[in-house]
């Protein structure tokens, strides 16, 4: 079993490549069973994820990772704050679980303005 410095690890490394663009380190992170939810989008697939959601890093201007926390057995927290193209900054919190160093699921939720 992953150490939560190696969950919280994983995690740095989605987001990182997330921001790339780095879908072939993305695609090593994220397991084939993946899920992912946020408010837009039901417990979609890692297909899914891929064609919808993965290619949206250039809407946003800066993203800035605030805080990592190891939660129980499999979980991590991340809370990061983003500026959109249009305006506005933004702060949203993931729980993204990771089991044997990939992410299984993906949880998002989306706060308010920042500022």
């Given at each position: 079993?992953?150490?939560?410095?190696?969950?919280?690890?994983?995690a740095?490394?989605?987001?990182?490549?997330?921001?790339?663009?780095?879908?072939?380190?993305?695609?090593?992170?994220?397991?084939?069973?993946?899920?992912?939810?946020?408010?837009?989008?039901?417990?979609?697939?890692?297909?899914?994820?891929?064609?919808?959601?993965?290619?949206?890093?250039?809407?946003?201007?800066?993203q800035?990772?605030?805080?990592v926390?190891?939660?129980?057995?499999?979980?991590?927290?991340?809370?990061?704050?983003?500026?959109?193209?249009?305006?506005?900054?933004?702060?949203?919190?993931?729980?993204?679980?990771?089991v044997?160093?990939?992410?299984?699921?993906?949880?998002?939720?989306?706060?308010?303005?920042?500022?």
């Open positions: 079993m992953a150490t939560g410095a190696e969950r919280a690890q994983t740095q490394q989605m987001f990182d490549s997330y921001r790339a663009q780095d879908r072939a380190t993305a695609e090593a992170l994220i397991a084939p069973d993946f899920v992912f939810t946020s408010p837009q989008d039901d417990h979609i697939d890692r297909a899914a994820y891929f064609e919808r959601c993965f290619p949206t890093a250039d809407r946003f201007t800066r800035e990772l605030l805080h926390v190891e939660v129980g057995a499999e979980d991590v927290v991340m809370v990061y704050e983003y500026d959109v193209r249009d305006g506005g900054t933004f702060r949203n919190a993931e729980l993204l679980t990771v044997d160093g990939r992410l299984t699921e993906v949880q998002v939720f989306f706060g308010g303005a920042a500022r």
